[in-house]
């Protein structure tokens, strides 16, 4: 046979086009393997990603929570006894709208009797804290925490602490006078509760006054 | 040294030789049909199908197997000369040549058929029937008439078919025999049987059962088509078997050798 060379090159076309479509299928099974992989890698990017996004949306808003303390208005509910410890409520703003609005108004119970009462650590930070700023918030809790401890010795001391920044807080005056009388010294009490009814007219210092004097 | 393949080659050399003749079940089936029509009181029996189906060497089995039987003669080639053919035909029934420039009388032929009559049955089995014209066709069909000459008549299927829808044509044709192209286990059967027939066994083993789907399905069945396919497959191995060996393998036919022979031969492309 004379022509076998170039019936050996037709030969290697008609394979070539034969195995076409089955190059054709594989290169697609491939392409589609790599595009399924990719979207499963993004998808897994994406839920990382949303982890991340709520990891931080979570240490910033405990951050938000612990930056607080300048920005949260402390409110005490008025009471007729300042003795009980009231219940704080505390108003949370939106500090940061970026963080998409995770934190929500919402008003947070804090329960400081409970965690103050038992550390005494407290108000020794509170008092180093009066040293370095007289502070008649700090002069005044003082006062009354160790009135309700029933240390009269150191509430008096803390309520004329307070009495010397600022005359007008009436607790602070009602809660010497008190101290004043449970230590013993009735007339130091009444004196000077009667020098606040005085320059006050207070009705509330007129009752004690007449407590004071009945008792 | 001569290649195994050349032998193999030769085998499948277009023939209508009768001993190339393969006995197949659907052209022993064929066989037995025609010889069971030959034998019934009939005109003419019509043998058509798609050329390579197998007419002509079934018509040259049935002379041969049936030549000290009957009166049955071939005429392979079609005679288009009118002259010619009434010539052969002569020569058939008186059994002598006719002088060179004798003109037979179509009336008088007609006669003599009919004085035969009773006396003797005249089979010819007439191939390649579809080249004779309409005239000479009618003619024949005069001469089946006569009931002294039974006619075979062998022709491709046509697509319209119009040669047998024709009236009068279709009134003498008492049995029609249809061969068709082979199923692929018939066709794995020719191939083998025409091998083994020449003690060409390890060949013959080679071709596997998907070589053969692929044969099939390029040759359609045809005969021969299958025939020059085999060949050209044969060739193309005789020269790797002589050139480049390593390319040869006798265990099994290599399936570019086959997809290589279809190339050549058109029956595939690329």
Redesign the interface.
């Known amino acids: 046979?004379y022509?076998?060379k170039p019936?050996?090159k037709?030969?290697n076309?008609?394979?070539k086009?034969q195995r076409r479509p089955y190059y054709i299928l594989i290169g697609f099974v491939l392409i589609l393997s790599v595009i399924i992989f990719i979207l499963k890698f993004k998808g897994i990017s994406l839920s990382n990603l949303n982890k991340s996004d709520t990891d931080e949306n979570i240490t910033k808003s405990s951050l938000s929570i612990n930056h607080k303390t300048k920005d949260i208005n402390v409110t005490t509910k008025p009471s007729n006894n300042p003795m009980n410890p009231d219940d704080v409520f505390v108003d949370e703003k939106v500090l940061n709208s970026s963080i998409s609005g995770n934190i929500k108004k919402s008003k947070v119970k804090i329960d400081f009797e409970i965690n103050d009462a038992n550390d005494p650590k407290i108000y020794k930070e509170i008092e180093k804290r009066f040293t370095q700023s007289p502070n008649s918030d700090d002069s005044m809790f003082l006062s009354r925490m160790y009135y309700n401890k029933k240390n009269y010795h150191k509430s008096a001391y803390w309520s004329l602490e307070t009495n010397k920044i600022n005359g007008n807080i009436e607790e602070s005056w009602l809660i010497f006078a008190k101290s004043k009388a449970k230590i013993g010294q009735k007339n130091e009490a009444i004196r000077v509760l009667s020098k606040y009814i005085n320059k006050s007219d207070s009705l509330e210092a007129k009752r004690l006054l007449k407590t004071l004097k009945n008792n | 040294m001569i290649s195994r393949y050349q032998a193999a080659k030769n085998v499948f050399v277009d023939s209508i030789d009768v001993d190339d003749y393969i006995e197949l079940d659907t052209s022993m089936a064929a066989y037995k049909q025609l010889e069971y029509s030959i034998t019934k009181p009939l005109k003419m029996i019509l043998l058509f199908g798609k050329p390579g189906t197998g007419k002509s060497i079934l018509l040259n089995r049935i002379e041969d197997k049936l030549k000290h039987q009957k009166e049955i003669h071939y005429f392979e080639t079609p005679t288009v000369n009118e002259k010619e053919f009434f010539h052969k035909l002569f020569k058939v029934l008186i059994k002598k040549d006719l002088p060179r420039n004798t003109e037979v009388n179509f009336s008088t032929l007609i006669d003599f058929c009919k004085s035969l009559r009773g006396k003797r049955e005249i089979i010819i089995l007439l191939d390649e029937a579809q080249m004779y014209d309409a005239e000479m066709m009618e003619k024949i069909r005069l001469l089946s008439d006569t009931r002294s000459i039974k006619f075979v008549v062998a022709l491709h299927k046509t697509e319209d078919e119009d040669l047998i829808a024709k009236e009068h044509f279709q009134s003498r044709i008492w049995e029609i025999i249809e061969l068709k192209n082979s199923a692929k286990d018939d066709l794995k059967t020719y191939i083998h049987k025409k091998l083994l027939k020449k003690n060409l066994f390890e060949i013959a083993n080679a071709i596997k059962d998907n070589d053969m789907k692929f044969i099939h399905k390029v040759t359609k069945g045809n005969f021969r088509e299958c025939n020059k396919l085999m060949f050209t497959i044969f060739?193309?191995s005789?020269?790797y078997d002589e050139n480049e060996p390593g390319k040869i393998s006798y265990e099994t036919m290599p399936k570019?050798i086959i997809?290589?022979a279809a190339?050549?031969l058109g029956y595939?492309?690329?």
């Open positions: 046979m022509d076998i019936l050996e037709e030969w076309k008609y394979k086009k | 060739e193309i005789e020269y570019k997809e290589m190339l050549k595939i492309n690329v």
